[in-house]
């Protein structure tokens, strides 16, 4: 396995592969055919007499040969690329670029359309969203197969940066009509209702919860569910009463016969980060990406 042997632009197609998933999108990614990438791939297979990547549904798995080599490839290609990267700007009037974003369901309906109306100048420009575990985020950013993730506050290694991009306020959400709307939301009526807690968790409480908690009051969880959406079909159609961030909510109060209200006492705000991992920050790409998402928040 002679280093003089080896075509170091299968590398490139090897961390494309694996970072793509799919023969067909690391030949879009790399503009090149599909023939091509299969033939650079065989050559690798070749090369490590390994089979590299074995097709599962419409994915190419890596193998633990594959993993084993990425890991100890990565930094070197890492230091390739940045040197070849600050010889080449990025221009996004005229270079194609498909960003992979991590976002959660809420953060789609409240981030896409404002990044997606900021890019319409850009039409190389190509977005895909996905929802990553976040167990799994760190990894994926490593990958490179997101380029960043948008979330709330989360422990990552040294290895990954993040930064916070905004702050939302909670709101409480309830039926037009509902007896709270007209006489107002205070704390005993707050603990009166019933309530939707929205979690991806099975038990355990919401942060509005833990305020409560430290005031030494405690109130009812009629329903828990997964979906903030679900959650006001349910709140415009009972007297149940929904704690949720602002931003989400105002775009779901003005297609619903919902009333948006503050909440009864000084509830702590959702904190929404931005996550990319260090290996990447100094792409020209992701540099200008990086500040475009910042901008849709003001942060900058």
Same mark, same amino acid.
């Given at each position: 396995?002679?280093?003089?042997?080896?075509?170091?632009?299968?590398?490139?197609?090897?961390?494309?592969?694996?970072?793509?998933?799919?023969?067909?999108?690391?030949?879009?990614?790399?503009?090149?055919?599909?023939?091509?990438?299969?033939?650079?791939?065989?050559?690798?297979?070749?090369?490590?007499?390994?089979?590299?990547?074995?097709?599962?549904?419409?994915?190419?798995?890596?193998?633990?040969?594959?993993?084993?080599?990425?890991?100890?490839?990565?930094?070197?290609?890492?230091?390739?690329?940045?040197?070849?990267?600050?010889?080449?700007?990025?221009?996004?009037?005229?270079?194609?670029?498909?960003?992979?974003?991590?976002?959660?369901?809420?953060?789609?309906?409240?981030?896409?359309?404002?990044?997606?109306?900021?890019?319409?100048?850009?039409?190389?420009?190509?977005?895909?969203?996905?929802?990553?575990?976040?167990?799994?985020?760190?990894?994926?950013?490593?990958?490179?197969?997101?380029?960043?993730?948008?979330?709330?506050?989360?422990?990552?290694?040294?290895?990954?940066?993040?930064?916070?991009?905004?702050?939302?306020?909670?709101?409480?959400?309830?039926?037009?009509?509902?007896?709270?709307?007209?006489?107002? $939301?205070?704390?005993?009526? !707050?603990?009166? %209702?019933?309530? #939707?807690?929205? *979690? +991806?968790?099975?038990?355990?409480?919401?942060? @509005?919860?833990?305020?409560?908690?430290?005031?030494?009051?405690?109130?009812?969880?009629? $329903?828990?569910?997964?979906? !903030?959406?679900? %959650?006001?079909? #349910?709140?415009? *159609? +009972?007297?149940?009463?929904?704690?949720?961030? @602002?931003?989400?909510?105002?775009?779901?109060?003005?297609?619903?016969?919902?009333?948006?209200?503050?909440?009864?006492?000084?509830?702590?705000?959702?904190? #929404?980060?931005?996550?990319?991992?260090?290996?990447?920050?100094?792409?020209?790409?992701?540099?200008?990406?990086?500040?475009?998402?910042?901008?849709?928040?003001?942060?900058?």
């Amino acid at each position: 396995m002679a280093l003089n042997r080896l075509d170091l632009n299968l590398l490139h197609v090897f961390d494309t592969i694996y970072r793509e998933g799919s023969l067909t999108r690391a030949a879009k990614a790399l503009h090149l055919t599909q023939p091509a990438i299969s033939h650079s791939l065989a050559r690798l297979r070749d090369h490590f007499n390994d089979p590299l990547f074995t097709r599962q549904g419409n994915q190419m798995v890596p193998t633990p040969l594959a993993r084993r080599f990425l890991e100890s490839m990565r930094p070197g290609l890492n230091q390739i690329q940045s040197a070849v990267n600050q010889f080449h700007a990025f221009d996004p009037a005229t270079q194609r670029k498909t960003y992979s974003l991590g976002l959660r369901d809420v953060l789609e309906s409240t981030f896409l359309p404002q990044l997606m109306n900021r890019l319409e100048p850009y039409p190389e420009m190509e977005i895909v969203s996905q929802r990553i575990p976040r167990r799994d985020m760190e990894t994926q950013l490593a990958a490179g197969k997101l380029d960043f993730a948008i979330d709330v506050l989360l422990p990552v290694s040294n290895h990954t940066s993040h930064e916070l991009l905004r702050q939302d306020r909670l709101v409480v959400l309830a039926r037009a009509g509902h007896p709270v709307v007209k006489r107002g $939301l205070d704390m005993d009526a !707050y603990l009166e %209702a019933k309530h #939707v807690l929205v *979690s +991806s968790r099975t038990e355990g409480p919401g942060i @509005e919860d833990f305020e409560l908690s430290r005031r030494g009051v405690q109130r009812n969880i009629r $329903l828990r569910c997964q979906h !903030y959406y679900a %959650a006001c079909r #349910v709140v415009e *159609s +009972s007297d149940l009463l929904l704690t949720m961030p @602002e931003t989400y909510a105002r775009i779901i109060a003005e297609r619903s016969d919902i009333q948006v209200m503050g909440p009864p006492a000084q509830l702590p705000s959702l904190d #929404v980060h931005l996550y990319w991992h260090k290996a990447y920050e100094g792409e020209p790409a992701l540099v200008w990406f990086r500040d475009l998402l910042r901008s849709l928040s003001g942060n900058q």
